[in-house]
């Protein structure tokens, strides 16, 4: 039997022993579960799986590849084989300015290394938008933390890295919307910490460099830089040392944009601001034979009198066709395109009508539900945000009521509103995340309570 001291002893022992190990666990690093390096390699890893084992990589072959990245693929097969930026159709057509150029130059490095619409080429290239997708976890990570805390951070990166269908369109579709997806959310990450830490003229001159990288991938999300700019401006001090940030910041996205746009108008012989496809998309969708959504046969590559004409016409001369079509139909048939532009408004949010049939089942109800609720609880999420006056709440709202304007006009594809599916999810994933302490109690109905309980 111990005596006192004994006793004294051994608890003092201990008392040392549980210190000790508190310190080193205190000097141990983040649970390897907690690691954001962790979640990247789970979500690169779990879409090249599904490339691979899904051979999402064997593209169909019909008309001549053409789903194989649709214009941005014919551009890039045609700077592969030495034609130079061209023939964004299945003909050749000349040089074009179809499409914005950093996607299909990476495009036409990878059929350069592995072959013009290899399954080879297709594999490395979507293995390349699943590095971008998986990148974007970072970001996210990054603004939720910012906006949100640390543990929701954790939680919004894992939601991303696991969702599937934030695994779809990487692994899916050859287009530039998973690199959008991470630009755009990088873009957000670095707004929010300039906001937080009083910027240099070195940090303009990195957020400018970024939004020329947006503007030659994708000049949709360049809508965006004048509100993120406009946010800075009027939140940090010193507002005329920051507005000659800001036109630090133009000036360098200026330089990385400007080659290209030299490039244009050596090519073209007159100013065209990245691309110039914007008539042809807005009269495929607003014109007369308009039936709910988009007029695929008047695309070129579908209807041959478009094709014979955009030859003869070449690129620049067809867009100006189509731009004086759409300006003659929206003035003869306003409300005919007011009406339509809502309708795109609503597709944008709960899905386009393309019937997904599975097993002889048609699933468009499912569809639209599915797009709305989550759209819904984006939108339910942001005002809990606005609410409870979190950082960043101004960007989210222009993210959700702003940047989709360009698509009500043109056409609502999915793939178009991807770019701010990770601020949706991040938008939801909080929703969630402060409706954990709400119980719900629900009371026996009367009608199967006991006598004894009613009296």
């Known amino acids: 039997m111990q005596n006192a001291g004994e006793r004294n002893f051994q608890a003092v022992a201990e008392s040392s022993s549980r210190s000790r190990r ?67 159709t299945d003909l050749p057509t000349g040089p074009s300015a179809w499409a914005p150029p950093v996607y299909p130059y990476i495009l036409a490095g990878v059929f350069k290394l592995f072959g013009v619409y290899s399954n080879a080429s297709a594999w490395i290239i979507l293995a390349l938008n699943s590095i971008f997708a998986a990148l974007t976890c970072m970001t996210l990570y990054g603004i939720a933390q910012e906006i949100y805390g640390i543990e929701l951070a954790r939680a919004a990166a894992w939601t991303w890295a696991l969702f599937p269908y934030a695994i779809y369109w990487p692994v899916r579709v050859v287009w530039e919307t998973s690199l959008s997806a991470f630009l755009l959310s990088a873009a957000l990450l670095l707004t929010l910490r300039l906001r937080r830490a009083t910027p240099h003229f070195r940090d303009w001159i990195i957020f ?43 000036l360098a996205a200026a330089l990385v944009v400007s080659p290209w ?40 590559g579908n209807d041959p009198e478009a094709m014979r004409r ?36 609503t597709y944008f949010w709960i899905g386009t009508p393309q019937a997904p049939i599975i097993d002889g089942y048609d699933l468009i109800v499912a569809r639209h539900v599915i797009f709305f609720l989550a759209s819904a609880l984006a939108f339910a999420g942001l005002w809990l945000t606005i609410r409870n006056r979190k950082c960043g709440s101004f960007l989210f709202a222009c993210l959700l009521f702003v940047y989709p304007l360009p698509y009500y006009l043109v056409n609502p594809f999915p793939r178009y509103k991807h770019p701010i599916e990770p601020e949706m999810l991040l938008l939801i994933v909080y929703l969630f995340w402060e409706a954990r302490p ?5 009371r026996k109905a009367a009608s199967f309570q006991s006598p004894e309980n009613r009296q």
């Open 22 to 88: 508190g310190a080193a666990e205190n000097s141990f690093p983040p649970s390897w579960r907690h690691s954001l390096w962790l979640i990247v390699l789970v979500a690169l890893l779990l879409r090249l799986a599904v490339i691979t084992v899904g051979h999402t990589y064997r593209i169909t072959p019909r008309r001549d590849h053409f789903q194989f990245a649709w214009e941005m693929g014919r551009i890039a097969r045609s700077i592969a084989t030495g034609q130079g930026f061209a023939s964004p």
């Open 208 to 250: 400018g460099l970024l939004w020329g990288v947006i503007t030659l991938t994708n000049p949709a999300l360049l809508i965006m830089f004048p509100l993120c700019a406009g946010w800075l401006l009027y939140w940090l001090p010193n507002r005329s040392r920051q507005l000659a940030g800001v036109l630090l910041c133009l």
């Open 261 to 300: 746009l030299e490039r244009n108008y050596a090519v073209f012989g007159r100013f065209i601001f990245v691309r110039d496809n914007l008539p042809l998309e807005m009269h495929m969708a607003n014109n007369e034979r308009f039936t709910g959504l988009w007029t695929r046969n008047e695309h070129p």
């Open 310 to 345: 955009f030859q003869q016409l070449g690129e620049l001369g067809f867009m100006d066709e189509k731009q004086q079509e759409v300006r003659q139909f929206v003035r003869e048939h306003p409300g005919k395109f007011i009406w339509f532009s809502l309708e795109r408004a």
């Open 438 to 442: 709400i119980e719900i109690r629900w």
